[in-house]
């Protein structure tokens, strides 16, 4: 049984001004490879998982995927700059600040620990039409499964 995307309601930033959306809408009608990341300009995020994407964004585009979402829960000032500063032109960029499709996912991981806060597991899933196929999800404080290397031989062995 597959599990669908929650009908989460973001908060994003369209044209200058603030709007909420329904996540749900980002995932239908489309194949989307989604990874999401405890936060911005954390090292690991953007030193490696940001990048890393980016490099790869044809290699997985070409197995079929429409597009690629980077998911944090951050505000979209701080996704926007992170964004900007990243020099990520091809993947998609989406604010998760209240962290609702976070929770909706039961992804929250806390780490107040760093003084972060309640953040997301850093994981990753291949979505068909806002079906959830497969959900790649690393241990805490943890890079091993999440990466796009994992995604395209997943996607590779079920094309």
């Known amino acids: 049984m597959t599990q669908k995307i929650p009908n989460s309601r973001i908060v994003i930033r369209e044209d200058g001004k603030f709007i909420e959306k329904d996540i749900y809408e980002y995932f239908t009608g489309k194949k989307i490879v989604a990874f999401a990341l405890p936060g911005a300009f954390t090292p ?5 998982h940001v990048p890393a994407y980016e490099e790869e964004y044809e290699n997985i585009t070409a197995l079929g995927v429409d597009e690629i979402y980077c998911i944090s829960m ?22 998760d600040g209240n962290g609702v499709f976070t929770n909706d996912m039961k992804m929250i991981s806390d780490r107040s620990a760093s003084g972060m806060g309640p953040r997301s597991f850093r994981y990753s899933m291949y979505v068909e039409d806002g079906n959830i196929i497969k959900l790649f999800k690393d241990e805490d404080g943890k890079f091993d499964v999440s990466d796009p290397k994992t995604m395209i031989n997943f996607l590779k062995e079920n094309k």
Not at 44 to 48: A, H, L, W
Not at 77 to 86: A, H, M, P, R, Y
């Open 44 to 48: 690991t995020c953007s030193n490696y």
């Open 74 to 95: 951050n505000d979209p000032f701080v996704i926007e700059k992170w964004k900007e500063i990243s020099g990520a032109k091809k993947i998609k960029f989406i604010p």
